[in-house]
């Protein structure tokens, strides 16, 4: 039997801006319920969360943490998240694995720029969500304007739970606005606030709102039902006041989360059978096993653990099951239970559970187990890339194997091996994402790497018709070398059907065509009479398909390009493949450079948040760097958000720029859109830098 009842338990991701409090909270609440009995602290590295040493030496968090506690007759589960941007992908996956968001802002420094992120991927998940003001026992605190500008960013559903008495060095508790007593020096009359929470609570039912406007509020028993229901609802964010160290309101914090945190089965949650059937998954332990994958750690001791959340049915060690797509079965072994960096073993867990395994290779961070399938976690695309080469030859096989792991764990770190550039790019969320991974190379797997800004893969296209010919001709003793094509070239617009294309009326000789969309190519065959014969085409081709990977005027790969064989010479003794294979590459290069080449440069979104006093400056630094802005929205809370297009090539440093243009105020996400023509003068520039490095290869 699992060790807790669905109704006990509580499924909570701890989550906000850097520096807000969070990993100092649960450690406090670990010691506050018992969990613990040892000294936990950030500050001299025995943190239960922060257990890596990246995060000792850091002081703030880079993964997510799993500790579990009980208060109040529930069991807790909690993740605690990183506050910092560039770790988003750990704490969407912690989110995905819970009912509810405890949002942490700091009570001095507001709302930062990753409270937005999270509260916003919270609400996109459905999550129940409550808000917790921290460190209010700090100094220069202005609570009642932090609460309106909470309103402001997040809805008036914003509503105190409690409020401080006092703040800074006289904070000395916090007062209820549910449950009304004398509360002097209380820094907002808790009573001001107690009618817009009730209302709030009884708007979600209404035979209690009725009864609460003709007299009546809700009894105990009916109001946490309905404060449950509020809270799944979205018509209710509660504001908890606490501070962490000092343990003041934690006793308070700690009852709240047991009233307004979700239990599992107050998150409706669906997925797809076998026939593409929508299912709705109930937290059952005899319904049908369903579970996710939503965190992977690679630990030195017990290598890799895959964390899992238990949604239906039940899940006990030893256990064959379905996983996925990975055809045979996969045997599960021991369940473990996690309290940061510790393991217990477990014999079954349950809905609403927990657990991770260790050393399973076929389960990967979103992998699901049973039949019905799931929405995959969607994780931001990372864009900054830094090229990698080992300071040690010895090194390379080794780099490729530590980095592969890093990416295991990491659903936010991608590794390209560009046959184009012919590098190695890690891209990331930031610059400071990747220095934690180079850092983890170092001690974790003893490879020291050196890095530098990657190319930019640009690619080479044409942007008119063009026709030519080439002959292959070579006599040097013996058997000969002889093929000679003729070959039109076509621009190939993106998105244009093949077969629409590839028509009588455009190609009247047409024979045959086919198309490969790696690089939008299309190959006509309109040979009449057999004037290259049919065993000599592939060859043509292939000369073709290598001079669309080398690239033609600066050695980019070629897309977008239709080629027609239209015409050719053989000679019975002395044509053979590699002959016809030279000559139609070689066509293909000279037509190429008659055809008005050009190059494509990757474009990318860029939606940047800023206060609206930055947007000016915003605008003005991207119309330096050939951006276009497309948009511009509210992101609340006096902030907007610019959406703008621009070449990748000319924000890869982007984040330093941003933080000095806004004072760390700002934030921005980045995402691949399109490839468009490079101007002239750009296109000039990049050319004649790549025919310097031949000549310097050379």
């Known amino acids: 039997m699992a060790k807790h009842s669905v109704e006990e338990i509580r499924n909570i991701a701890l989550c906000g801006h850097g520096s807000s409090g969070k990993t100092t909270l649960v450690d406090h609440i670990l010691r506050k319920t018992g969990a613990i009995t040892r000294p936990a602290s950030v500050d001299d590295g025995t943190s239960v969360c922060d257990f890596d040493e990246e995060e000792k030496h850091h002081k703030y968090s880079v993964e997510a943490a799993l500790v579990h506690f009980s208060h109040a007759g529930k069991h807790f589960n909690l993740v605690d998240t990183p506050g910092y941007p560039d770790f988003i992908g750990q704490t969407i996956g912690g989110l995905r694995a819970v009912e509810t ?11 930062g720029v990753n409270t937005r992120r999270v509260f ?41 739970l409690n409020v401080p008495i006092g703040v800074g060095h006289e904070f000395q508790g916090v007062a209820s606005t549910l449950h009304l007593a004398p509360a002097p020096g209380a820094v907002i009359p808790p009573e001001s606030i107690h009618k817009t929470l009730i209302e709030a609570i009884v708007e979600i039912d209404e035979g209690a709102t009725e009864r609460y406007f003709e007299g009546v509020e809700p009894q105990a028993d009916e109001l946490v039902r309905l404060i449950d229901d509020a809270v799944a609802g979205g018509n209710l964010i509660p504001i908890l006041c606490v501070a962490g160290k000092p343990e003041i309101g934690l006793t308070e914090f700690l009852d709240a989360l047991a009233l307004c945190a979700l239990p599992p089965d107050k998150l409706p949650r669906h997925g797809a059978d076998a026939h593409g059937k929508d299912v709705t998954i109930t937290p059952d332990p005899q319904g049908p096993l369903v579970a996710e994958v939503f965190q992977t750690r690679i630990d030195p001791f017990v290598q890799k653990l895959s964390y899992i959340r238990v949604y239906s049915g039940r899940l006990h060690k030893d256990m064959t099951v379905h996983v996925g797509n990975v055809r045979k079965p996969v045997k599960i072994g021991q369940l473990l239970e996690i309290q940061g960096g510790e393991t217990h073993p477990v014999e079954e867990a349950g809905p609403g559970d927990i657990v991770a395994v260790a050393k399973t290779e076929d389960l990967h961070t979103g992998s699901v187990i ?38 295991e764990e990491d659903p936010t770190l991608h590794l390209e091996n560009d046959p184009q550039t012919k590098e190695l790019v890690m891209r990331g969320m930031s610059e400071l994402h990747l220095q934690l991974v180079r850092e983890r190379l170092k001690r974790r797997d003893k490879v020291e790497v050196d890095t530098k800004e990657p190319k930019i893969p640009y690619r080479e296209t044409i942007q008119a018709h063009a026709e030519g010919s080439y002959r292959h001709k070579k006599q040097s003793g013996g058997r000969g070398q002889f093929g000679e094509v003729h070959i039109r070239l076509f ?27 790696a690089y939008n190519f299309l190959w006509i065959d309109s040979i009449v009479g057999g004037t290259i014969p049919n065993n000599f085409l592939p060859a043509v081709e292939k000369g073709f398909k290598e001079r669309l990977a080398r690239g033609v005027i600066a050695g980019y790969q070629v897309q977008n390009v239709c080629a027609e064989v239209f015409y050719g010479k053989h000679h019975p003794v002395d044509s053979s493949e590699a002959a016809f294979k030279t000559a139609g590459s070689m066509a293909f290069r000279n ?21 609206t006093d930055k947007v000016g400056d915003v605008n003005s630094d991207m119309s330096g760097r050939r951006g276009r802005v497309v948009g511009l929205d ?46 002239g003068n750009v296109t000039k520039e990049i050319v004649d830098k790549a025919h310097i490095k031949e000549e310097e290869e050379e």
């Open 101 to 111: 968001a405890v949002i942490c802002i700091n009570a001095h420094s507001g709302i």
């Open 120 to 160: 916003n991927e919270a609400g996109a998940l459905g999550l129940g969500r409550i808000i917790a003001i921290t460190k209010l026992d700090t100094e220069n605190i202005d609570f009642p304007q932090l609460l309106d500008d909470i309103r402001e960013a997040f809805g008036p559903q914003c509503v105190p």
């Open 370 to 407: 049973g039949d019905i399938r799931l929405e995959p976690i969607k994780f931001p695309t990372p864009m900054v890339g830094l090229a990698v080469t080992p300071k040690s030859r010895n090194d390379e096989t080794k780099l490729s194997g530590a980095l592969h792991k890093l990416a």
């Open 491 to 517: 621009p190939l617009p993106l998105g244009v059907k093949p077969e629409d294309y590839a028509t009588k009326e455009r190609f009247h000789s047409m024979r045959s065509f086919h198309y490969d969309p």
């Open 591 to 611: 037509v190429f450079q008659e055809a008005k080449p050009g190059l494509l440069e990757p474009i990318v979104k860029l939606h940047v948040t800023v206060p």
């Open 634 to 679: 509210s992101a609340g809370g006096n902030f907007q958000t610019v959406t703008v297009e621009v070449p990748l090539a000319e924000v890869t440093t982007y984040a330093r720029t941003l933080s000095s243009m806004t004072g760390g105020q700002g934030s921005f996400t980045m995402e691949f859109s399109h490839y468009d023509v490079v101007p």
